[in-house]
């Protein structure tokens, strides 16, 4: 079975056209009704039956139903980020939410006047007589001198990597202050409305590791007491990355019209590798590719806000990616693997509504610095798919929720390590001990695309030692494996603990049920 969340990779119907909005327009009754979301008390969650949240004719929810979801808009130059920002925007806030949309950081600094040349030379500026590209390796090749002495964010970063750029590093640290500053303000104005709340930040802080060197990252992070857990995976709900246009839509890639676009294509191409590898192993990571048309595109990556939120709205939204999942033997050395980032993941299944319905905690971390997410699956209004809903915990109501667990179930324990290659973003889950032995040595691989035949088979890591396909494999579902009872008895065949070879067995009556709603492992 496919789960319906999305990567970014699945195909939305076209919902911020002028037509349709014009018809949400005329036809008040039905958006009051699309605007009936179910979501959970953020503050104090229960795994029973998700509450159903309705809109009066303001708009406003009660307080203990209210949602602030913060997103970031990441990506190359290109990558439809603003269009991206307006159609969020115009599509939420059709739906009765408020929107907020924090601005560039860098920009609105860097157009007060900086210039990221006064910041690393002590000498007198270039002229158009004296100026050699070789003297300032900081900046990008295709930089005139006008734009060197102008205002670019990502040649201040890359100044600021310098020996002798302290100026400019003191100023990429402000920077990230001041960033965190004026995103703690939206956030403020999203607790304190009486309206669900989208916010939509214009990159991140993460995305100013991009450009740094990791020396220069590690010392800015260690000096300012950061951690990478509370700075990408705590602060933000999900991240998408609009993959620049310069990779796989060259023949619509320019720098016409934008003052603050130089880079040619293969630049482009680097610095969206860039962006993306700053976020990788945030819980939700999503690449939204060109794979598709531009108007599929945003559509995409609509869609793959709403199914993170669990926002049911009915047909107006069409699935076509699904989860992928995969069986890997022998896992190779480390040095094989693309840059990767690795996390201890702790899953506890707790004690549910009813059959259909399914709640789960996550404990997810870093070198001692967690966040918890606390999941709940169920069937949407047409029982006709699943939509899940993930709500972040502080520690507090992880240790209460813990209380809630169920005793049928094992507790899961996972090394998480997560990649990018070939636009393709990647879990690898292995599993680790104490756990049943049906997980031992057990190694899978996740991801999210729309993608068929060849061209699924072309963005598969090949480092790999890929099994076969297990999705929608009863065997290999998270709930299956963390049972307690040997439900695996029910079937003519079962797995030996080499996980892919099969023994026949005698067939024996029904122990439990395939869980249907459990095909996600979060």
Known sequence: MATL???GQQSVMATSNGQEQQQQQDEPEQQQQQQQVEIRKSSSPK????PSLKLNRMGSVSPKDKRVYKIVLTGGPCGGKTTGQSRLCTFFENLGWKVFRVPETATVLLSGGVKFSDLTEKEDPPTPTTFVYKDLPFAAPEHSLIDLTASCPRCL?????????????KFQENLIRTMVQIENTYFELGNSSNRNCLIICDRGVMDASAYISKDKWEKMMAGNKWNPVEMRDNRYNQILHLVSAANGAE???????????SEGVDLARELDYKSAAAWVGHPYFDVIDN??????????????????????????????????????????PDSEFPPFADFDVVHHYLQSAGPKVQARLRKRGQKSHWSYIHTQRRPNVHGQARIEVKTQLTHRDYMNLLAQRDDAHFTIYKKRRCFLINNQYFQLDIYKEPGHPRCKGLVLLETYSSLTGDALKNCMPKFLNIVKEVTGDPDYSMFNLSLKEDWSTTKKFC???THGKQ???????????????DENSD
């Open 5 to 7: 969340l999305s990567n």
């Open 47 to 50: 795994p029973g039956a998700m």
């Open 157 to 169: 970063a890359k100044a600021a990597s310098r020996p002798n750029g302290s100026e400019a590093y």
């Open 251 to 261: 023949d619509f890639y320019s720098t016409e019209d934008h003052a603050c676009r």
């Open 291 to 332: 794979s598709t048309n531009f108007e599929s595109k945003m559509n995409r990556m609509i869609e793959s806000v709403c199914q993170k939120l669990g926002i049911d709205v009915g047909d107006r939204l069409q699935a076509t990616s699904r989860k992928l999942k995969y069986l890997v033997a022998l896992l190779p």
């Open 495 to 497: 797995r030996s603990a």
């Open 503 to 517: 023994d026949e067995q005698p067939p024996e009556p029904p122990k439990k049920q395939y869980h249907p709603y």
